[in-house]
T-cell receptor, first 113, second 114 residues
C-alpha cells in the first residue's frame, strides 16, 4: 500500500524567512497531493493541492512542487508570519485506491519572533 | 459552520464499554472518512465509505466499526476490543472522484477511556 514520509517533524524559522517541508510517497500511481494546515485545537484545513500533471503550483506565499520521477513533493512558505505557526500535513491519493487518502505524520512549524 | 459536525467534542468512557461517535455532513458529499490522530502519528485512516451502504477498512480498523445507512451520516463505534482507544478522532468528507478532491474535516471528538 501507499506510504507517505514527511520531514522534518519539527521546524523552527525566523519570522520573514522561508520554510520548506518535504514528503515522499511510495505508490507511483498516486496522482493527487494535498497539503493541510492544522492550527492548535482546530480542524485540519486544505491550504494547497497539486495534481500529477502539474510540476508546481503557487498561491500567494505558498507553493508546492512535485517531482514524479523521484516521488517527492514539497511545500514552500515564503515571508513567514506568526500565523503560519501550525502543524502541516502532506497527503497522497490515487484513483486506483478508491478514494483512500494517506497522510504523512505532520510537521510542527514554529515561527520565531 | 463548515457543513460537517462531530459530536460530542469530549467523551469519557470506562474501559470495556463500547462508544459511538457521531459525524453528520450537509455538503451532499459521497465519500466520508474516519481518522485517528495521536501525537507524532499524523492522521491514520480507520474506515472510509464511498457510497451509502458500503465502506472499507483503513489502515487501523481493528476494534472499530462503522455504518453508512444515510448519505449524510457516518457514525464510528469504538468497541471494547480496541486496545488503546484514547485519542482524537476526526471525521471528514469529500465529493469523492477517486480521492482527487479535498477533504472537509469536522472539529473532532476527543475520547478518553479510563
Amino acid at each position: 500500500g501507499e506510504n507517505v514520509e514527511q520531514h522534518p517533524s519539527t521546524l523552527s524559522v525566523q519570522e520573514g524567512d522561508s520554510a520548506v517541508i518535504k514528503c515522499t510517497y511510495s505508490d507511483s500511481a498516486s496522482n493527487y497531493f494535498p497539503w493541510y494546515k492544522q492550527e492548535l485545537g482546530k480542524r485540519p484545513q486544505l491550504i494547497i493541492d497539486i495534481r500529477s500533471n502539474v510540476g508546481e503550483k503557487k498561491d500567494q506565499r505558498i507553493a508546492v512542487t512535485l517531482n514524479k520521477t523521484a516521488k517527492h513533493f514539497s511545500l514552500h512558505i515564503t515571508e513567514t508570519q506568526p500565523e503560519d505557526s501550525a502543524v502541516y500535513f502532506c497527503a497522497a491519493s490515487s484513483r486506483n485506491r478508491d478514494d483512500k487518502i494517506i497522510f504523512g505524520k505532520g510537521t510542527r512549524l514554529h515561527i520565531l519572533p | 459552520d463548515g457543513g460537517i459536525t462531530q459530536s460530542p467534542k469530549y467523551l469519557f468512557r470506562k474501559e470495556g464499554q463500547n462508544v459511538t461517535l457521531s459525524c453528520e455532513q450537509n455538503l451532499n458529499h459521497d465519500a466520508m472518512y474516519w481518522y485517528r490522530q495521536d501525537p507524532g502519528q499524523g492522521l491514520r485512516l480507520i474506515y472510509y465509505s464511498q457510497i451509502v451502504n458500503d465502506f472499507q477498512k483503513g489502515d487501523i480498523a481493528e476494534g472499530y466499526s462503522v455504518s453508512r445507512e444515510k448519505k449524510e451520516s457516518f457514525p464510528l463505534t469504538v468497541t471494547s476490543a480496541q486496545k488503546n482507544p484514547t485519542a482524537f478522532y476526526l471525521c471528514a468528507s469529500s465529493s469523492g472522484q477517486g480521492g482527487m478532491t479535498p477533504l472537509h474535516f469536522g472539529n473532532g471528538t476527543r475520547l478518553t477511556v479510563t
